[in-house]
């Protein structure tokens, strides 16, 4: 009789914010794997909404009923985080095709970094095929409803962001 590994699992993004679509591929993650890392990327290559520490109590406050998800601030190659962690699977959700070209490229290139961690695709549930945190940024910003595309608790933070902005 054999027993199946412990298996880690990262799921890296900025999560800025985090949408509707994060949490449906957190939670089936999280159904797959022993423990999933929800990696908070301080976003260096993108000017973000909210800071890292934000995205981070977003991101804990939701993770934090699925009981093996934990969320993590990470910075530099994401090789090193998911090496430190121990972990064997980098989870990347693919919308459509762009998204797909994109994540292909980066996992290959992320095999020849750590070849001994598998990148597992997921596609969001149909609700959440076309929500992305860019879009839901943009839409807030103008003005529009977005309480469909995340939490209440995210909701609640993405409009004081955007009142404060607006008394700046």
């Known amino acids: 009789m054999s027993t199946r590994p412990h298996i880690t699992a990262v799921y890296p993004g900025t ?3 985090m949408t509707a679509g994060h949490q449906d591929l957190m939670r089936r993650a999280s159904g797959l794997f022993d423990r999933v890392i929800l990696a908070v990327a301080a976003g260096h290559h993108k000017r973000t909404m909210f800071t890292v520490d934000e995205r981070l109590e977003m991101a804990t406050e939701l993770a934090a009923p699925l009981g093996n998800v934990q969320a993590v601030p990470f910075t530099g190659l994401l090789r090193d985080f998911a090496l430190a962690q121990g972990a064997r699977v980098i989870v990347r959700g693919v919308r459509g ?10 996992a290959g290139m992320n095999r020849q970094l750590m070849p001994e961690v598998e990148t597992l695709f997921l596609l969001p549930g149909d609700a959440h095929q076309y929500v992305s945190g860019t879009f839901v940024r943009e839409i807030a910003t103008l003005g529009g409803d977005v309480s469909r595309f995340v939490a209440p608790s995210v909701l609640l933070r993405l409009n004081a962001k955007l009142a404060a902005a607006s008394k700046a």
């Open 97 to 106: 095709v762009t998204d797909f070209d994109y994540e292909v490229q980066m």
């Open 15 to 17: 999560f800025d914010p």
